[in-house]
């Protein structure tokens, strides 16, 4: 998940529409490059490019083209704010006409920020009850849709709380009715909120450096081994690891540690068997099929 908070996307828009210069152009190229390599397949640019340019097929995965649409789109929101800044002071009237459309869907925000807030527990009592009707097998995959849901619905509300904040913000330096430079800093601080403030559910979780650090039973047991060896996680082991379970994220995190989840144990120096490999090696990839689709690793 890649959260680039709602602030620098009108900002973004700010750029996109009025910023003219070279440099601004050059920068929406390749945001614009960036997104349709993302589609990877099902856009026609990338099979050209995965055909025809060497080495282009070994690229494990598509998504890691967002690194060219994420650093253009960062210089963007900073030519979008000079932009604004430079024709709030001019007085322009296509960006006050931008901005007056952005405040009225700032209205509409608004009713279903208010709506939403207001139902949210009508709303997730007719979702529950929806998913307790799906035909699943596990009721625990019913909660972890639910769970999915409630973070969701929260983070709707967040996003069209911070949009409501940023457009006003935007609105009131427009008409000069704010200090350009305030206009600014209190951006700055939505941005800072936004990104990183306390409730940001699965938008950037924190961890305490204790708990990061901790050994748990398993890994003590595992370091007391002292010779060269890897571990191995059956199929169904990685699959439950795909979901942190906990009534807290650190408890959550450490008792994914605690079941050698893939990708956590590098901070405790212990070897994972399955590897991590964009080119995969056939006949070991053949090998750990066999043990994956066997009924026991003893079989």
């Known amino acids: 998940m890649t959260y680039l908070g709602v602030i620098p ?4 828009l700010i750029a996109f529409i009025f910023s003219k210069d070279r440099l601004s152009n050059f920068f929406k ?3 614009v490059i960036g997104i349709i390599l993302i589609f990877g397949k099902f856009t026609p640019l990338y099979k050209l490019f995965y055909k025809f340019i060497p080495a282009f097929s ?7 083209f967002f690194f060219l649409s994420a650093v253009s789109f960062a210089f963007l929101v900073g030519s979008g704010w000079q932009e604004y800044f430079k024709r709030v002071k001019e007085s322009d009237e296509k960006l006050l006409k931008f901005i007056k459309k952005l405040f009225v869907a700032t209205f509409i925000a608004a009713l279903i920020f208010l709506i939403l807030y207001l139902s949210k527990k009508f709303i997730s009592t007719q979702v529950w009850n929806y998913f307790e009707h799906l035909d699943l097998k596990e009721k625990f995959t019913k909660f972890k849709y639910f769970l999915i849901f409630n973070v969701d619905f929260f983070n709707f509300r967040r996003l069209l709380l911070f949009f409501i904040l940023g457009t006003l913000c935007l609105f009131l ?3 000069k009715k704010m200090n350009l430079t305030l206009t600014g800093v209190f951006l700055i601080c939505l941005i800072f909120i ?5 409730k940001n559910i699965e938008v950037n979780p924190v961890i305490k450096k204790d708990v990061f650090h901790k050994q748990t039973p398993n890994i003590s047991f595992l370091k007391k081994d002292k010779s060269l060896f890897r571990v191995f996680t059956s199929a169904q082991m990685n699959k439950s690891n795909e979901t942190l379970k906990g009534a807290t994220y650190d408890l959550a995190f450490a008792a994914s540690v605690d079941d050698l989840c893939p990708n956590r144990l590098i901070e405790y120096g212990i070897y994972d068997a399955r590897g991590y490999f964009s080119i995969h090696n056939l006949n070991y990839s053949k090998v750990l099929n066999i043990v994956d689709t066997s009924p ?3 079989s």
Not at 9 to 12: E, H
């Open 9 to 12: 996307v009108i900002l973004f």
């Open 29 to 31: 190229v390749i945001f």
């Open 58 to 64: 070994l690229i494990r995965y598509p998504v890691k």
């Open 173 to 175: 330096g427009a008409k």
């Open 194 to 198: 936004d990104l990183y403030g306390g």
């Open 296 to 298: 026991s690793p003893s």
